[in-house]
């Protein structure tokens, strides 16, 4: 996805070298990601109150998309498709509230109709609306916004399109309990935005940016999105993990050990139980995300977003 103006840089893989960051490129092209032109250093003495995993890169593309291009979405929330890998196949489906269905042809599906679809085998794309309050139930899990099931015929796969900002809170319910600490929580919500907006310029496959999984970052649904997730979301919003004007794959993990295991190889790294120990201890969100991307700065995305 490109940007329909901004400032161009390269995507910046966590790499610690010499105690700070090293910018490293993908490939030889470059991205657009509308950034503030002007990053928040979070230095240590900053006071800023700005509102086990070995996470694969991406998968080979051997395939055209049969999704249309999403909506931009709104300024500083991008749209992101996640696959729902977890869930896929789809066992059961059903649909709550204003929830509804369509085939690829315009045409409304019935909900009883619904299951008999998902257990054929030819190829096939059913795309459903969660509506304002109804949300669509895939093996008894709920999800909002819209879901895709596709069959490109080798069997059926979920994919759930929604905005950034409440795909963020749902992340950072399913890494990080909820009711740890408030600044652990915001530091895990820019984490989590970070890793996924590499993915949102660097899509795993053609139809989605990036899965569910513990092999990019977990995303639960409506199931981990709550009050304090969406408190530490909001108040983080837009606000990205930042190297020489580039994006931070901000890899993490669940302890030091881990993330050392897991991420050495790659550089700066993480640890969740280290971050609520460390805001227990009183430290800010920016503080916290300095501890561990070492050289790294904030940025926020543009008010006309991506």
Known sequence: MTATA????GI????????????????????EMLLESSSTRHAKNSTTNTPTKNRSSSLNTIHNSIISSP????????????????????????????????????????????QKIITRRHSNLVTC???????????????SETIYFLN???????????????YVASVVGAEMPSHWNREALKAQ???ARSYALVHLVRPADSDFNLGDTTRWQVYAGLKSRNA???????ATKGLVLSFKGGLVESLYASTSQIAAEAHSHLGASMSQHGAQELAMKGLKFNEILDHYYIGSSLARLKANGL
């Open 189 to 191: 919500a820019v984490a």
């Open 228 to 234: 304090s997730t969406s408190a530490a979301t909001k």
């Open 71 to 114: 909506p931009l979405g709104e300024p500083n929330n991008p749209i992101l498709r996640v696959a729902l890998l977890s869930q896929s196949p789809p066992r059961q489906v059903d649909l709550t509230g204003q929830a509804s269905c369509i085939n690829s042809n315009g045409n409304i599906i019935q909900e009883y109709n619904l």
């Open 6 to 9: 901004g400032l161009i840089v």
């Open 129 to 143: 609306h969660s509506g304002q309050s109804g949300t669509v139930v895939v093996n008894q899990r709920p999800y």
């Open 12 to 31: 910046v893989w966590s790499m610690k070298a010499l105690g700070s960051l090293e910018q490293q490129r993908v490939d030889e092209n470059t991205i």
């Open 152 to 166: 490109r015929g080798a069997g059926w796969i979920v994919i759930n399109q929604l905005s950034l900002e409440n």
